[in-house]
């Protein structure tokens, strides 16, 4: 499960990188491939690992990125 961690948390690092450079190309890639993160979850902690996910889905929708929106406008 650290291993799915590790490349979502890659991916998603490089995804927000391409969005404040505007590189849709890199923007597409990165958004489909932090997927594979999920891939690498044993059966036996996939709620566990759902669990989590919504948790830090609901983090960033609610707070980060409110955070992030905010520091752009303000340039």
Known sequence: MLTGFAIRVVFEVAFLAALAAG??????????????????????????????HWFFFMLGLGVISSYYAGAGSCA
């Not at 849709?24 to 566990?48: C, K, N, Q, S, Y």
């Open 23 to 52: 590189d849709f190309t890199i923007m597409l890639v990165t958004f489909g491939v932090r997927a594979l993160g999920a891939m690498d979850t044993p059966e036996r902690v996939m709620g566990e690992a759902v669990g989590w």
